[in-house]
């Protein structure tokens, strides 16, 4: 069977449990997260629509509310803009706003928080962090997809005061490189690395 076969098994497995679990057999998010919990994948709501992300492979599957196949998506790399706040917020976002400007690398100690308000995929992400000495949190994890990322060497290397960060996310099937990765990140609690 094929990667993608097992991935539509799973996806029409799940959805026949989540609809039964629904008195009025509808598909409703909770139920659909419940069926899919132990399969690596990702849940957004979109509308009407669910997207299921797999980690492992690049597919995104987009399926209506009744459970039927909507689409199959390939995660493609993205270009990333980010804008810089005075208040030392660094957003991420793979579509241009004025203000924002494209890159892979944000190297500041002005950097304490870093938002990613939308997915991004990029194509590396090698010294991404690197040096943000005062980056102390990062929100939206689940935005960047990394399925198609080779390195993450020194991704957050010198991040001095990251207490947490939930690496749940990061789909690491193609990386290659993750040499100090997280070195000189002093406060970075192993417990709290989900």
């Not at 005075?86 to 002005?110: F, I, V």
Request: with cysteine.
């Amino acid at each position: 069977m094929t990667e993608m076969a097992e991935e539509k098994e799973i996806i029409e497995t799940a959805t026949i449990q989540a609809m039964g679990r629904n008195k009025y057999g509808n598909l409703e998010e909770e139920d659909l997260k419940e069926a899919l919990k132990n399969q690596n994948v990702t849940l957004e709501k979109s509308g009407r629509n669910f997207k299921i992300t797999f980690k492992k492979s690049s597919r995104k599957y987009v399926l209506n509310s009744n459970g039927e196949a909507e689409s199959i998506e390939e995660i493609k790399p993205t270009a990333i803009y980010a804008k810089l706040e005075t208040d030392g917020t660094l957003k991420l976002r793979s579509t241009p706003l004025q203000g924002y400007e494209e890159g892979t690398k944000w190297n500041s100690p002005d950097i304490l928080k870093v938002v990613i308000e939308e997915p991004i995929a990029p194509k590396t992400c090698r010294s991404m962090f690197s040096q943000c000495i005062n980056l102390e949190s990062i929100e939206n994890m689940n935005y960047l997809h990394t399925e198609n990322v080779t390195s993450m060497q020194s991704m957050f290397n010198k991040c001095e005061k990251l207490k947490s960060i939930n690496t749940s996310y990061l789909d690491t099937h193609s990386v290659k490189e993750m040499q100090y990765m997280f070195d000189n990140c002093y406060l970075l609690e192993k417990n709290r690395c989900k």
